[in-house]
């Protein structure tokens, strides 16, 4: 993934549509910036870091929900309502996901889920 654009995340265990306005960071630079100086996440919106198995919201001003995905897009932990000033890390992850609080509780999100990836069409 080195193209630039936003990509489209479907929850293919549950068919949910997770979000087409998900950025990717996929550079180191990208990945340090984050969501720092983010104020507000929309629903649909957010962050996919990689390669990454740990982050932290020291800095941030909002909350997040975030996913610790394996190699395969599989959910291997959430941690819902991640409040700034916090860091946590999953053993094996590849990919995080980050999203607007409330995210997994909203759409069941649950470990074992398995994720689809693709380019937004209204990213181009």
């Known amino acids: ?6 990509l489209k995340i479907i929850n293919n265990s549950t068919g949910t549509f997770i979000g087409e306005k998900i950025k ?8 340090l ?5 983010c104020t507000f996440l929309e629903p649909g919106a957010g962050l996919l ?10 800095g941030m001003k ?12 599989r959910v ?9 000033g916090l860091t946590a890390r999953q053993k094996g992850a590849r990919f995080v996901l980050e999203l607007k609080a409330g995210t997994i509780e909203r ?5 074992g889920d398995i994720l689809n990836i693709s380019y937004s069409e209204n990213s181009r």
């Open 1 to 6: 993934m080195k193209k630039r654009g936003n």
């Open 24 to 31: 990717y960071a996929g550079t180191f630079f990208l990945r």
């Open 33 to 37: 910036k984050g969501l720092l100086g």
């Open 49 to 58: 870091l990689y390669p990454c198995s740990s982050v932290h919201s020291f």
């Open 62 to 73: 909002i909350s997040i929900d975030v996913l610790f995905l394996d190699e395969n897009l």
């Open 76 to 84: 291997l932990r959430t941690v819902p309502w991640m409040k700034p």
């Open 107 to 111: 759409l069941g999100i649950k470990t």
